[in-house]
């Protein structure tokens, strides 16, 4: 089992940029990719972008493609999510998680983290 704690979010202003970590606690975590998720009140959720086991390649959803970047820290057991140029729209729980296949759907995820929450003022 792979037990994922996320943290950095918090509020910030529209614009400003912010940077979310994922530590996992180091159980095969080179055997998982690693992608990121959020939730705003009321809406399911919506697929960030997906990091492959050794960073090498990453794929993003079309709404955040550009402005943020994920990346990854074997050595620390640490995945990231970089996001700049925040919108309000932006705001919702921000989850990461582990899979070992390469896709953009939830339930193909194996280990989630317990979320933690952005806030973008206008």
């Known amino acids: 089992q792979v037990q994922l704690v996320e943290s950095g979010g918090g509020l910030v202003q529209a614009g400003d940029s912010l940077r979310l970590s994922c530590a996992a606690d180091?159980?095969?975590?080179?055997?998982?990719?690693m992608g990121w998720f959020r939730q705003a009140p009321g809406k399911g959720r919506e697929f960030l972008g997906i990091?492959?086991?050794?960073?090498?390649?990453?794929t993003y959803a079309d709404s955040v493609k550009g402005r943020f970047t994920i990346s990854r820290d074997n050595a620390k057991n640490t995945v990231y999510l970089q996001m700049n140029s925040l919108k309000p729209e932006d705001t919702a729980v921000y989850y990461c998680?582990?899979?070992?296949?390469?896709?953009?759907?939830?339930?193909?995820?194996?280990?989630w983290g317990q979320g933690t929450q952005v806030t973008v003022s206008s």
């Open positions: 180091g159980r095969a975590f080179t055997n998982y990719n």
């Open positions: 998680a582990a899979g070992t296949g390469w896709s953009g759907v939830s339930n193909d995820y194996r280990y």
């Open positions: 990091i492959s086991r050794v960073g090498g390649g990453t």
